[in-house]
């Protein structure tokens, strides 16, 4: 994404990385957008063999090599964690790469879910160059855990359309 993206907390404006075609209000599974508008944050993991347990007011709890999350529209588990192994769609959230050591999810698509708007939809760690991601929102791990010791109940993300 370019430099101009930015994620404004308080006073703060944060290098991120949103979805690879941008940020859409009318957002699809499979789209690679970030969707667009304000959401609330519902929780957030941590993955405990690689990061301190985060300091936060959101509800909090350290991953397991089992947890995943449903993508698959079909499934009545859609955009909702699941445990591993599962045999429908999804992503494993216990990551090799660093991406999802912190995650904290986006309330998106999930009051309840629509099959087929979208799922996963989270705010993680960056990736080393700073690519796109297939839908979320990226930040530094240290500016992550920053900006989530300052969160709570009641803390929204609002993701500007691209």
Do not use: Q
């Amino acid at each position: 994404m370019p430099d101009r993206t930015r994620l404004l907390a308080g006073n703060a404006g944060l290098r991120c990385a949103i979805g690879a075609t941008g940020a859409r209000v009318e957002k699809s599974e499979g789209d690679k957008a970030s969707p667009a508008g304000t959401f609330p944050l519902r929780e957030v993991f941590y993955r405990p063999d690689r990061v301190a347990p985060v300091r936060t007011a959101l509800p909090c709890r350290a991953l397991r090599p089992t947890d995943g999350w449903c993508d698959d529209p079909g499934r009545p588990e859609y955009n909702r964690p699941v445990t591993l192994p599962f045999d429908g769609s999804h992503e494993e959230l216990w990551r090799e790469d660093g991406l999802y050591d912190v995650i904290a999810v986006i309330g998106y698509n999930d009051a309840p879910p629509v099959p087929g708007r979208g799922s996963a939809i989270f705010l993680h760690v960056a990736a080393p160059d700073w690519g796109p991601t297939l839908g979320c929102v990226s930040i530094e791990l240290p500016a992550l855990v920053d900006l989530l010791g300052r969160c709570g109940p009641g803390t929204t993300i609002e993701i500007a359309p691209s």
